[in-house]
């Protein structure tokens, strides 16, 4: 019982409450991304449930009904082979923020590992990954991901992967910093002192003081993905129809564009929505948790 | 100082070559077998053999790769499957269309950010800094390639305020012919004194850019804020309070100062976040530069074309972020000494 758990100052329910309602009145965007963010959380889960034509969102045609513009039966107005647009609008939640939780979960499974080695071992570990890095960061992270979309056929699970491949650096990088700062304190040189193992000062010391900044960075970079995955589909290297992708939708609309506006109006503004709700919310919880932390994206 | 130069030169060196090995390794290694596309569907395996050997791919790994890295270093960077032309000439001409853009589109971004980002900061927690702060959200939530389109649609479709695509009026030629000099549109009609071409350029110019500068503006606003509300309890700033210098002084003079060192760093990095957007946007706008090129070669599969871009842009950003290095270092002492 010598090791000390990792912080977490005692709080009473009351006071945390009182607290989180004043916090939330002194930053109105992160309750505003917050509420957005859990509706569109609410979209994906009961797409089948909300949306008018379930059966819009995959291979189904209505000859009868094509182009049609927004109404009360279509609110969205119909596509170029007759479905509905809003339906497919709400399945697309279902597309691209779910691709960007797995790019973020891979790219923290391969970035965080690496980057506690670097910082804790330091040396030529540190030497050899950070330089590594360094290569991958020098791509603006859309121009690789194109590039490996390119090679790759086109398909959701390429999208995946290419973004992933380009995002790990970031988490490196990040938790390389965390993980040097942490490794000097004084505690830390307690736990060598005492002869605790490597392995368990990693996990019980290191880590979990540096999760907070890669809980606030996922949080900021899912408006990222979002939009990175959308340009890859928009620019034909991602989702194939039928999938109601919203990058492939507005893609698919640029041809009836005029003067069939809705048809790529309604699926922008969901990626535009989406993004701009988790951008809200990873702001506001880098205000809230975290605000020393530099501010570039 | 020139140590510092010297070294940061070396480091980016360095990282181009990382980059050059990265590109290799994505057109060669990832994708199957290149002799097999190279002799098409359903060849003989002499046949695959014999493109192997053409294409040099039954040597040795290393091999491949320094014949690969002396061929960019010399300036062979593979022939465009749809233009049939050297990559690296039809990419010199692409360029300059591009850099018009997004260096329009980052003054505009400066302009509008900086001031924005102050203006925030003064109004910490007001109306005016909530209003601001969301919409500088919004500018980097936005999906560039539909904002285009709904530019194009609203105000040159619908309100016919502006042209819808092109770098100027094809028409202008005939009585008014644009000497090339430059390879810039706007800066040729400047040079050739050439007044109604000038007035196309820039009126061409203006959707475009105001959609790549959706970024940048969004991105700079915010770091302006953030960058002086951290030195605002600075002592050079409680300094200047105490001299009896005006909030107008105090946030846009001695706070700005040093906000100054991580905005120019933000405006490197968005250099090339921007050039990669100009992929998104150039083909709407049917705009003659990297971006068209870099949208006709993926929608052609045009692999030695698609790598070739997406080295030039890395190289490209390599450089402006060497640039605004030593520029830094230059205005900044402190980092020279790090």
Redesign the interface.
């Known amino acids: 019982m010598i090791e000390s758990p990792a912080v977490r100052p005692p709080r009473t329910g009351v006071a945390r409450g009182r607290e989180l309602r004043a916090s939330l009145g002194a930053n109105p965007l992160l309750t505003v991304g917050g509420a957005l963010v859990l509706l569109i959380v609410l979209v994906a889960i009961f797409a089948p449930l909300i949306a008018p034509f379930p059966g819009d969102a995959g291979t189904a045609t209505n000859p009868f009904a094509v182009l049609k513009a927004p109404s009360a039966a279509h609110w969205f107005g119909t596509d170029q082979v007759g479905r509905d647009i809003a339906s497919r609008v709400l399945f697309g939640a279902r597309v691209s923020p779910v691709i960007a939780i797995i790019v973020l979960v891979i790219a923290c499974l391969i970035g965080v590992p690496l980057g506690l080695a670097a910082g804790f071992l330091g040396g030529w570990v540190d030497e050899v990954i950070m330089r590594v890095t360094d290569v991958f960061l020098a791509f603006p992270p859309l121009l690789l991901a194109l590039a490996l979309a390119d090679v790759l056929p086109a398909s959701l699970t390429s999208v995946t992967i290419a973004i992933a491949a380009v995002w790990w650096p970031w988490y490196v990088r990040l938790i390389r910093g965390q993980a040097a700062s942490v490794a000097g304190r004084p505690y830390v040189e307690a736990c060598r002192a005492l002869g605790i193992s490597r392995g368990r000062i990693i996990f019980r010391h290191v880590l979990p003081n540096s999760v907070t900044p890669v809980l606030v960075q996922v949080s900021l970079d899912v408006g990222g993905v979002i939009l990175t995955a959308s340009a890859l589909s928009f620019l034909g290297l991602g989702a194939q129809d039928p999938v109601p992708d919203w990058g492939l939708m507005v893609a698919q609309g640029e041809g009836y564009f005029t003067p069939d506006w809705w048809l790529v109006t309604f699926p922008g503004l969901a990626i535009l929505l989406t993004a701009f709700a988790f951008n809200l919310l990873g702001d506001g919880l880098r205000d809230r948790l975290d605000p020393r932390r530099s501010f570039l994206p | 100082m020139l140590v510092f130069v010297a070294r940061r030169i070396a480091l980016a060196v ?3 070559a ?2 050059t ?3 290799f390794v ?2 060669h290694v ?2 199957g077998d290149p002799a097999a596309t190279w002799a098409g569907p359903h060849a003989p395996a002499a046949a695959i053999a014999r493109a192997r050997a053409f294409l040099g791919l039954n040597r040795p790994f290393a091999v491949q790769l320094v014949s690969y890295l002396g061929g960019i270093a010399a300036g062979n960077w593979g022939v465009s499957i749809h233009t049939h032309r050297p990559v690296l000439s039809d990419l010199m001409t692409a360029a300059p269309a591009s850099l018009e853009l997004v260096i329009s589109a980052l003054v505009l971004a400066i302009v509008a950010g900086i001031p924005l980002g102050l203006l925030s900061a003064r109004r910490q ?1 007001r109306p005016v800094d ?1 209003v601001v ?2 919409g500088s ?2 500018g ?4 560039i ?3 285009a ?2 530019l194009q ?1 609203v105000f040159s ?1 619908r309100l016919k305020w502006l042209p819808a695509a092109g770098e100027y009026s094809p028409g202008l030629l005939f009585s008014h012919p644009l000497a090339k000099r430059t390879g810039f549109p706007v800066i040729d009609s400047v040079l050739g004194g050439n007044m109604p071409m000038l007035g196309s350029t820039l009126t061409h110019l203006i959707l475009p850019a105001i959609v790549v500068a959706a970024y940048p503006a969004g ?1 700079i606003a ?2 302006v804020r ?2 002086v509300l951290d030195v605002i309890g600075d002592t050079h700033v409680l300094n200047a309070r105490a001299l009896g210098f005006g909030e107008r002084q105090i946030f846009g003079r001695f706070a700005m100062k040093l906000a100054w060192t ?1 905005v120019t ?2 405006i490197a ?1 968005v250099f ?2 921007s ?3 100009t ?2 946007v150039e083909s ?1 706008f049917d705009w003659p530069g990297l971006g068209s090129y ?2 006709a070669s ?2 052609t ?1 045009d ?1 030695p074309a ?2 070739g871009v ?1 080295l030039f ?2 190289v490209a ?2 450089v402006a972020n060497l640039v605004v290095d030593v520029v830094q270092a230059a205005i900044d002492p402190r980092i020279r000494l790090r």
């Open positions: 360095v990282v181009v990382g980059v090995v990265v590109t994505v057109a990832v994708p927690g909530h702060r969301a959200i919004l980097i939530s936005m999906p390639f539909w904002m389109l709904i649609l479709q991105l915010r770091m953030a960058q991580p760093a933000a990095l090339g976040y050039l990669v957007n992929f998104l709407i870099a949208a993926i929608a599969l692999t698609i790598l997406t842009v890395a950003y390599v």
